[in-house]
């Protein structure tokens, strides 16, 4: 039979003050850290009697007092991402050790979701906000800004706000890996981006375009194709490449999903991997290692982002001065595994065998 503990009351200021032989004025003052100053030898004494006691202050009227809260509001599209978790990881950490909590909002992609989730934040007093835009709708953060809610833009920027971001290098991210698949011999390469009105995916499609050009290549439109963020996405839109393009020799992906989902695709038209088709994605999430070829990836500083953009936020909540635009892009690397590899000659590729169903 399992014993439950009954949970340990609380502890009132009433009681700490009777302990310290103080008032309870005087025990508000230490646990606040003010309005008025506090002996040192009459602080020493509320502090012993606080940690004899495990007194914890009553954070909801403490909030209603401020208001607001010790909790920050995370709105990013999807959950099930890899990199989103690797980004909100550095996020929780850098909170937590700086006595905040993380309130986790999944938008799914959706404008409307990340309307209501900014409401619900002005209905919690969160303290702050790390958004993660689903769109290129700028509405969710004119509402922060309306609610005068501290906020930090992640991963991208968005047109018409006036508050601090952090982004990845995308356009270098781009100019990196397009320049590999062509040293490697590659003339012909798709490349699969996400909704073109996003900045990110924006800039690197200028990357992809621009490393063409230096190179001497020509830029055929029809080469860029629409993905999505999935897994599925990626595949849907190998599909499409190597039905416009049987010739195509390389694909390079927004992001590892896609890239993922585009070795699927080349598994099921019978295309090995790099032997006939190369492909490149931007991320480097941990699966990447564990794909059979293990995938060549633009990575990016994930972790960090989180991490920086938790640290300006507090800064922002605590009112130092931090500039309103974006920061310097944060560096990124090509990491080279197996899935990239010399381009094909034509007698050792044979063409794509049409996909069933």
Same mark, same amino acid.
């Given at each position: ?6 949970? %340990? ?56 007092? @401020? ?28 909170? *937590?050790? &700086? ?19 900014? &409401? ?11 958004? *993660? ?10 509402? $922060? ?24 290098? &995308? ?43 230096? &190179? ?24 499409? $490449? ?47 290692? *564990?794909?059979?070829?293990? @995938? ?15 640290? $300006? @936020?507090?800064? @922002? ?6 500039? %309103? ?33």
């Amino acid at each position: 039979m399992i014993k439950i503990t009954p949970k %340990k009351p609380f502890v009132t200021r009433d009681e700490i003050a009777r302990a310290a032989g103080v008032s309870s004025a005087t025990v508000s003052y230490v646990v606040n850290s003010g309005p008025r100053p506090v002996a040192p030898e009459t602080r020493t004494k509320v502090l012993e009697a606080i940690e004899r006691l495990d007194y914890r202050p009553n954070a909801v009227a403490r909030s209603l007092r @401020l208001q607001k809260t010790s909790t920050l509001g995370l709105i990013l599209p999807d959950t099930l991402n890899p990199y989103f978790a690797e980004v909100a990881r550095g996020i929780e950490k850098y909170a *937590f050790e &700086n006595g905040y909590t993380v309130s986790l909002c999944h938008s799914d992609y959706s404008v409307e979701r990340e309307i209501e989730y900014v &409401n619900v934040m002005q209905d919690e007093r969160a303290a702050g906000v790390i958004w *993660f835009p689903a769109t290129a709708d700028p509405k969710p953060g004119l509402m $922060l800004a309306g609610y005068k809610i501290p906020m930090v833009v992640l991963d991208r920027k968005v047109s018409g706000l006036d508050c601090p971001s952090i982004v990845a290098d &995308n356009y270098k991210g781009s100019c990196l890996a397009t320049q590999y698949l062509i040293d490697l011999g590659h003339r012909e390469i798709g490349f699969i981006a996400r909704p073109f009105d996003l900045q990110h995916s924006q800039e690197r499609i200028k990357g992809f375009i621009e490393t063409l050009r230096e &190179n001497g290549l020509s830029v055929d439109p029809t080469h860029i194709v629409k993905g999505g963020f999935h897994l599925e996405d990626g595949r849907a839109a190998s599909f499409q $490449l190597f039905d416009q393009h049987p010739t195509i020799t390389a694909i390079f992906a927004y992001n590892d999903l896609m890239a993922i989902g585009a070795l699927r695709a080349a598994y099921e038209r019978s295309l090995r991997v790099p032997q006939e088709l190369s492909i490149v994605g931007f991320d480097d999430l941990p699966q990447a290692r *564990f794909t059979c070829p293990a @995938l060549t990836t633009v990575q990016q500083p994930k972790f960090e982002m989180g991490k920086k953009g938790a640290e $300006l @936020l507090l800064d @922002l909540i605590n009112g130092k001065s931090v500039p %309103k635009e974006s920061l310097k892009p944060l560096k990124v690397q090509l990491v080279v595994r197996e899935s990239a590899g010399a381009a094909p000659q034509s007698s050792e590729r044979h063409p794509p065998i049409p996909r069933l169903g």
